[in-house]
T-cell receptor, first 113, second 116 residues
Framework: AQTVTQSQPEMSVQEAETVTLSCTYD???????LFWYKQPPSRQMILVIR??????QNATENRFSVNFQKAAKSFSLKISDSQLGDAAMYFC??????????FGKGTRLSVIA | KAGVTQTPRYLIKTRGQQVTLSCSPI?????VSWYQQTPGQGLQFLFE???????NKGNFPGRFSGRQFSNSRSEMNVSTLELGDSALYLC???????????????FGPGTRLLVL
């Protein structure tokens, strides 16, 4: 079964600085999708960014970008110019085809003013 | 376009009771998935419905059931509630066309269930 591992339970970053959240996954498939979701204190799960495994180019969304290393099965999230509103739980997730999303345990990010 | 909506947002029940949660997907989305989130187990998949049919099911006891209506709205039911059912229940919807469901899921705000 596919597994997703987030090895950093908690991280902190100074406002305006850059932080990278780590994620590794285990799969024998070659075609799949990876996601980062943000869950602020409101508990609403918000899609941050997605990456198709067949694409070599790393996805970017404004201040958010990923470093996708398919061979290493690594999918890290970089947040640039961190803002107070970025404070949240971040979940890495994997999905292949119509199978359910598989989530990591999450990383709690604190942003220090 | 309105997002995924879930009702109720908060619920308090006692052991042995049953509960029904509702989810309305984004307009045009035909796939609805349900997840349970607890501090101990994290996010766990319950089931997925597409075109009123259950397509995937997670590893939960039969007390957990669901259904989807012709307008894509979905309900999940938990019977004979246990203390361990206290959790945040999240619903997510995906766009689908031609029988294929897109991979990106959009989540609702969740229903927080407390079982006393």
């Amino acid at each position: 079964a596919q597994t997703v591992t987030q090895s950093q339970p908690e991280m902190s970053v100074q406002e305006a600085e850059t932080v990278t959240l780590s994620c590794t996954y285990d799969t024998s498939e070659s075609d799949y999708y990876l996601f980062w979701y943000k869950q602020p204190p409101s508990r609403q799960m918000i899609l941050v960014i997605r990456q198709e495994a067949y694409k070599q180019q790393n996805a970017t969304e404004n201040r958010f970008s990923v470093n996708f290393q398919k061979a290493a099965k690594s999918f890290s999230l970089k947040i640039s110019d961190s803002q107070l509103g970025d404070a949240a739980m971040y979940f890495c997730a994997y999905r292949r085809g119509n199978t359910p999303l598989v989530f990591g345990k999450g990383t709690r990010l604190s942003v220090i003013a | 376009k309105a997002g995924v909506t879930q009702t109720p947002r908060y619920l308090i029940k006692t052991r042995g009771q049953q509960v029904t949660l509702s989810c309305s997907p984004i307009s045009g989305h035909r796939s609805v998935s349900w997840y349970q989130q607890t501090p101990g187990q994290g996010l766990q998949f319950l089931f997925e419905y597409f075109s009123e049919t259950q397509r995937n099911k997670g590893n939960f006891p039969g007390r957990f059931s669901g259904r989807q209506f012709s307008n894509s709205r979905s309900e999940m039911n938990v019977s004979t509630l246990e203390l361990g059912d206290s959790a945040l229940y999240l619903c997510a919807s995906s766009l689908a066309s031609g029988g294929l469901v897109q991979e990106t899921q959009y989540f609702g705000p969740g229903t927080r269930l407390l079982v006393l």
